[in-house]
């Protein structure tokens, strides 16, 4: 049974930065696309950054490119997301995803494309 179980949300302020870490087990993932998701209250889930395999090429939004990083550690099958210069709008439930194959670049924001999911975990912004 494949799991993504995230860690390393919490309360930030402005400027500050949290680094988020999504562990998975079940199967590995090194030659798959793995990706960031969040949903702020009241909208829809949208895409932060996708990684397409270990140590491959990387995509952002553009809202938080500059500011965030996506990387994975494959020998403990583990994705993280580096943030800095939070603002308040990065406020959000942060998922972990993880798709079955690599991904496209048309793809890779797509959420439907990724079949394991983790729970989340709030991140919270204030001023």
């Known amino acids: 049974q494949v799991q993504l179980v995230e860690s390393g949300g919490g309360w930030v302020q402005t400027g500050g930065s949290l680094r988020l870490s999504c562990a998975a087990s079940g199967r590995t993932f090194s030659s798959s696309t793995m990706a960031w998701f969040r949903q702020a209250p009241g909208k829809e889930r949208e895409f932060v950054a996708d990684?397409?395999?270990?140590?491959?090429?990387?995509d952002y939004a553009e809202s938080v490119k500059g500011r965030f990083t996506i990387s994975r550690d494959s020998a403990k099958n583990t994705v993280f997301l580096q943030m800095s210069s939070l603002q308040l709008e990065d406020t959000a439930v942060y998922y972990c995803?993880?798709?079955?194959?690599?991904?496209?670049?048309?793809?890779?924001?797509?959420?439907?494309?990724?079949?394991?999911w983790g729970q989340g975990t709030q991140v919270t912004v204030s001023s």
């Open positions: 990684q397409s395999w270990s140590d491959g090429p990387t």
């Open positions: 995803a993880a798709a079955p194959i690599i991904l496209s670049r048309y793809l890779y924001a797509t959420s439907a494309k990724y079949d394991y």
